[in-house]
């Protein structure tokens, strides 16, 4: 599975009606050395997950998104805003993503 440019996704087992995803992005060595100011914001370490679970009322599935800094050690002052921006714009893309392949896997089920 692929999951929005990730290096490597793994399936994180949740309760029965519930299965999570994660993935981590960026190149945190190459931020570290070069620098958080200086380095493009596609280095900026994020880690993202995609919830699916079922709604118990309605059957519906629910899927939510999660993007966050995976910086670790270390001072974010000066950078908070660049992070968070990137975070946000991953998490938008992925959401995104989401939404259109569940729109082209409706469509082919309404085909066959």
Do not use: D, Y
């Not at 440019?5 to 995803?21: M, N, W, Y």
């Not at 805003?81 to 896997?105: G, T």
Request: glycine share 8%; aromatic share 4%; hydrophobic share 45%.
């Amino acid at each position: 599975m692929r999951l929005a440019g990730c290096k490597s996704v793994e399936r994180v087992e949740q309760a029965s009606a519930c299965v999570a995803f994660t993935g981590t992005t960026g190149n945190s060595l190459g931020l570290r050395l070069l620098g958080a100011l200086l380095a493009p914001a596609s280095w900026i370490p994020v880690r993202l997950t995609v919830k699916v679970e079922e709604n118990s009322g309605t059957g519906e599935l629910v899927i939510r998104t999660v993007a966050e800094e995976n910086f670790g050690f270390g001072s974010l002052i000066g950078v908070e805003k660049k992070f968070r921006a990137h975070c946000e714009l991953l998490e938008k893309q992925l959401a995104e993503a989401i939404r259109l392949n569940l729109e082209r896997a409706a469509r082919t089920a309404r085909s066959t």
